[in-house]
């Protein structure tokens, strides 16, 4: 069964780092791009970052650019997002999706994690 | 930067055909890809590339994208098809890609 699960969510206070983590299975994980997009609460989706299967193209939002570092192991078939400065904004539910296709830039996301909650709060 | 709109909410009854619209500016030279979200649950991808469905998406679920609209179809609809649905697609700035949703739609089924 194609499988992703996202885990390193958590409260967290303003400015503190967070690192998630979302381990995959079921599927080839190295021949495919990956995403993270986050849910804010009673909002729709907003795509954070995306990397490619051998992390030779990555792209940022612009509401994170320059506070997020996308990166995946392939070996551990696992994906990862590091959030430095976290703000209030960032609050939200952190899906891992994977990329329907091996090109970046064209795709879908075709598999989805159940998602991990981020709460920035003093 | 690139923005799809999209009508807040649709409501109909069952049995109805529903279009959500998803408007960008040419969207009709872009692959468009749609996600229905069920409360509490993660987004399923139920069209992809314009008109094409994955695996287990019934027949009902069609799309459409021509000049600035593209749109999703849903035939006879049913109360399980009520969620959120969001369109997708990819644009390219200044030689950075992006991954662009719209602002989703409820569908209501009456």
């Known amino acids: 069964e194609v499988q992703l699960v996202e885990s390193g969510g958590g409260e967290v206070q303003p400015g503190r780092p967070l690192r998630l983590s979302c381990e995959a299975s079921?599927?080839?994980?190295?021949?495919?791009?990956m995403h993270w997009v986050r849910q804010a609460p009673g909002k729709g989706l907003e795509w954070v970052a995306g990397?490619?299967?051998?992390?030779?193209?990555?792209g940022y939002a612009d509401s994170v650019k320059g506070r997020a570092t996308i990166s995946r192991d392939n070996a551990k078939n696992s994906l990862y997002l590091q959030m430095n400065g976290l703000r209030a904004e960032d609050t939200a539910l952190y899906y891992c999706?994977?990329?329907?296709?091996?090109?970046?830039?064209?795709?879908?996301?075709?598999?989805w994690g159940p998602g991990t909650t981020v709460i920035v709060s003093s | 930067s690139y923005v799809l709109t999209q009508p807040p909410s649709v409501s109909l009854a069952p049995g109805q055909t529903a279009r959500i619209t998803c408007e960008g500016n040419?969207?009709?030279?872009?692959?468009v890809h749609w996600y229905q979200q069920k409360p509490g649950q993660a987004p399923v991808l139920v069209v992809y590339?314009?008109?094409d469905r994955p695996s287990g998406i019934p027949e009902r679920f069609s799309g459409s994208n021509s000049g600035n609209t593209a749109t999703l179809t849903i035939t006879r609809v049913e109360s399980g098809d009520e969620a959120d649905y969001y369109c997708?697609?990819?644009?390219?700035?200044?030689?950075?890609?992006?991954?662009?949703f719209g602002g989703g739609t409820k569908l209501t089924v009456l």
């Open positions: 999706a994977k990329d329907r296709g091996t090109i970046f830039g064209v795709y879908s996301m075709d598999v």
């Open positions: 079921g599927f080839s994980f190295d021949d495919y791009g």
């Open positions: 990397i490619s299967w051998n992390s030779g193209r990555i």
């Open positions: 040419k969207i009709g030279s872009k692959s």
């Open positions: 590339n314009d008109s």
């Open positions: 997708h697609v990819w644009h390219s700035s200044d030689d950075h890609l992006y991954v662009i």
